[in-house]
């Protein structure tokens, strides 16, 4: 993944690039050696033939539609169709990579930019239908059970603190069989989010194997859209957090994740239970004897 990284091209579009960044590990040989093609030549790729493009990557055309397939269109007409970037299409952040001889102040900025850019990333991929199902989903539960496991525990609690505030009947915990005889309760009137980055952390897609045997709702929130959680999820959210740092971590990872919380928060109360508002505003007058 870092490699497509160091060979960005300016002419392709970054919608597209960021697509195929969030699938790219999980495709076959083949399935790579064609989005390798395209990468490399998106001028041409937009111009030529499945059939040509097929011959060039060294795979069949039943590749190149898997591949499209893949990742979200209709057909490999539509995937052409998005390769290269439009006069219309907003100029991106380049990707910044850190080095281990940057300043400090170069890793600042690095480190900020990144964040933006993974934050304007995800608002791109955020698809429309997909987010208004979530939110019906996040009013109409009778129960919200939110998880996380590492770092990404953070964002799950920081989501129940939000809906709590607001009186919904929502849940959190850290410890994995907590959360298994949590999931175990739900039913299908509830929902269950999970938040992982990778899609592929084991107890959380055992709490929502768990969470299916009684029909419960699920909805997630993680960064690969094939992931095993994700092809588990009634409904997935998906953040774009790609840039890695000199030790092969992803920087800024929960921040994308954060942010689509908040909007399905504030969506929740300006468009959910209209006694929300009301259950804040004494929620946040009970607070105020903690400030100083």
Request: aromatic fraction near 6%; glycine fraction near 4%.
């Amino acid at each position: 993944m870092e490699k497509l990284l160091d060979h960005y091209d300016p002419h392709i579009s970054h919608k597209f690039l960021i697509r195929v960044l969030s699938i790219y590990d999980t495709l076959k040989s083949a399935e790579k050696r064609g989005a390798d093609t395209i990468l490399s030549a998106p001028k041409y790729a937009s111009n030529a033939t499945i059939t040509e493009i097929a011959r060039k990557a060294s795979c069949s055309d039943a590749t190149l539609v898997r591949l499209a397939k893949k990742l979200g269109y209709s057909g490999y007409p539509e995937l052409k169709g998005a390769i290269l970037s439009s006069d219309a299409e907003s100029q991106e952040l380049p990707y910044a990579e850190l080095q281990p001889d940057d300043s400090p102040m170069n890793v600042v900025d690095k480190v900020f930019s990144t964040a933006k850019q993974a934050l304007s990333d995800t608002q791109t991929l955020l698809e429309k239908d997909a987010y208004e199902k979530a939110l019906k989903q996040v009013i109409h539960a009778g129960r919200i059970f939110f998880i996380g496991a590492g770092d990404a525990y953070i964002a799950a609690y920081s989501a129940f603190l939000k809906f709590s505030r607001i009186g919904r009947n929502v849940g959190c915990s850290k410890d994995i069989d907590v959360q298994l005889i949590e999931g175990s309760k739900l039913t299908e009137q509830d929902l269950l989010v999970v938040i992982s980055h990778s899609g592929r952390t084991e107890s959380l897609y055992n709490v929502i194997k768990t969470a299916k045997l009684n029909n419960a709702n699920v909805l997630a929130i993680t960064n690969y859209p094939l992931s095993p959680i994700a092809k588990m999820a009634d409904v997935v959210l998906l953040t774009a957090a790609f840039t890695p740092n000199i030790y092969h971590e992803i920087m800024a990872k929960r921040i994308p994740e954060l942010c689509v919380i908040e909007t399905l928060y504030i969506n929740t109360l300006l468009h959910g239970d209209p006694d929300s508002q009301k259950i804040l505003s004494q929620s946040n007058q009970s607070l105020s004897i903690n400030k100083l």
